[in-house]
């Protein structure tokens, strides 16, 4: 049904202020490493002709990655147009990063991985992230090892092996900000826990290293827990999940990674992913969106009910806090075929906008630059429609965030915040998700007009701004992100959403 909105002059209710870097990005430690990451999809599979095959257990996972050289982090266009997304924060984190070595000392500069270990990562490479977190202006958050290289189950986690990468990153003159113990604890050995790892050894350790961080490092800040617990989220129409992988190699609640706690993090974190991808379908079907429900209510309502469930968990164990989303993307899994083109932008301004009126808090996308989620394609760096979306957001959207009036339905998902170059006035966000209809949009004076949409292909790989398609230049010149005046209507095609700045 066709919808025709409103929107008000002034005199909007304020619902809270929200963090300036709300919309960060995740580096994976493999990317930093090299190592396994998703196969990137083919053009037949990103097509919907080629079948992806079917799985019979997580050892078939395997033949859906392959080796990756470390990213280059000082890569020119990287640089460039990481730096333009603003001040953000970069977690270094992922699987990988719980079983990986740090080797400042050089002991394998030559090749080898000690036993217990899955990867190495070498000073230098270090110092890339550094000098790339310097370069852009980021904050780093960061987790630390803890698998049977550094203990075993029994015996209590000690600080060797992080205190190298703490004191080394101080020292280097970009500091650890911000830190969480462990990725996906709730999956214990799957995440690369050590053998046998309980719920109650997890807490032991974490209250030991929370100890230590405060004592050592008290300007950091500690997050945490960082879990995927798919049974947080109450389900939705046909059983979706919102955890992601976390849905089938799930391990303990929430709850558990609490129990007995004598410490709390300073922020609380989860990870959201919209289900899971089409790589993995097979085996949790269940929990996979097909492309044709990737414009519904319920798909896109996934993102707020799972900021609602872990708001609850929030409330309960570190009440007041910021809550921070440090991994998010369209399907764990390494994303959906249509991650990479235009659909994924109405996903990912929505989470955004509907994220800033349920908490405060920070969303890192997964990933920046590495498998079909990617906000920049890997190795060539091009930027896909999500980053341009997301430069957007971070243009135009300020940090105080309105109530709308206007309720959340088909055609009309309508977000409202200040202005960015902190002129009186504000900023909407109104994301047209019907796939047959135009909403008409009100407007109640001079405005300026930012329309995104895929020039009539919602797998478009080009995001096009009030009708110009917007790439790189020959130098890598960014495209101008010019508005146009608007007064009176404005019609959004089905399948178009558009920022308005009165």
């Known amino acids: 049904m066709a919808k025709h909105i409103k929107l008000a002059a002034g005199n909007l209710n304020v619902i809270r202020t929200v963090d300036p870097r709300l919309a960060s990005y995740n580096v994976e430690m493999t990317e930093v490493t090299g190592g ?3 196969k990137a999809y083919t053009p037949e599979q990103i097509a919907g002709t080629e079948k992806f095959p079917s799985l019979k257990s997580m050892e078939d996972v395997a033949g859906l990655m392959q080796w990756y050289d470390p990213i280059d982090l000082y890569n020119p266009r990287l640089r460039k147009l990481a730096k333009a997304l603003g001040s953000l924060w970069i977690r270094v984190s992922g699987t990988w990063s719980t079983k990986t070595y740090y080797d400042f000392e050089g002991k394998y500069a030559d090749g080898g991985i000690p036993e217990g270990y899955q990867s190495v990562l070498h000073k230098d490479q270090w110092i890339g992230v550094l000098e790339f977190v310097k370069a852009v202006d980021g904050k780093l958050l960061v987790s630390v090892n803890n698998c049977p290289g550094l203990h075993s189950a029994e015996e209590p986690w000690h600080p060797a092996q992080a205190e190298q990468l703490f004191a080394f990153s101080k020292e280097y003159g970009v500091p650890i900000s911000a830190v969480e113990f462990m990725n996906e604890p709730n999956m214990m050995e799957g995440s690369g826990a050590p053998k046998g790892y309980t719920p109650a050894q997890f807490v032991r350790d974490q209250d030991l290293f929370h100890n230590w961080v405060r004592k050592n490092y008290p300007e950091c800040i500690v997050v945490g827990p960082s879990t995927t617990d798919s049974s947080a989220v109450a389900m939705g129409p046909g059983d979706k999940g919102g955890a992601g992988v976390g849905d089938v190699m799930y391990s303990c609640t929430t709850d558990e990674l609490f129990a007995g706690a004598q410490t709390r993090p300073d922020i609380f974190s989860y990870h959201y992913y919209n ?138 998902h309508v977000y409202c915040h200040s202005r960015k170059d902190g002129k009186e006035g504000c900023v909407w966000l109104v994301v047209n998700n019907s796939q047959t209809d135009v909403t008409t949009v009100e407007l109640p004076g001079k405005a300026t007009k930012y329309v995104l949409d895929g020039n009539g292909n919602m797998r478009s790989p080009i995001l096009y701004l009030n009708g110009q398609p917007l790439t790189l230049g020959e130098q890598d010149e960014l495209p101008a992100l010019t508005g146009e005046a608007a007064s009176g209507t404005v019609q959004l095609a089905p399948g178009s959403c558009a920022f308005f700045v009165l």
């Open 275 to 412: 289900g899971i991808s089409e790589r993995l379908e097979s085996m949790m079907p269940s929990s996979h969106w097909s492309a044709d429900e990737a414009m519904g209510e319920d798909y896109l309502a996934m993102a707020t009910r799972c900021a609602k469930a872990y708001a609850a968990f929030r409330d309960k164990y570190t009440p007041g806090a910021p809550m921070w989303v440090t991994e998010s993307g369209d399907a764990g899994g390494g994303g959906d075929t249509w991650a990479s083109t235009y659909l994924e932008v109405l996903r990912t301004l929505n989470e955004l906008g509907a994220f800033a009126t349920v908490t405060d808090g920070i969303v890192f996308h997964n990933t920046l630059a590495s498998s079909d989620y990617g906000w920049l394609k890997h190795g060539s760096f091009l930027p896909r429609p999500n980053y341009f979306a997301v430069l957007l957001w971070n243009t135009l959207m300020g940090t105080t965030v309105f109530d709308s009036g206007i309720p959340v339905s088909e055609g009309a």
């Open 36 to 38: 396994t990451f998703w």
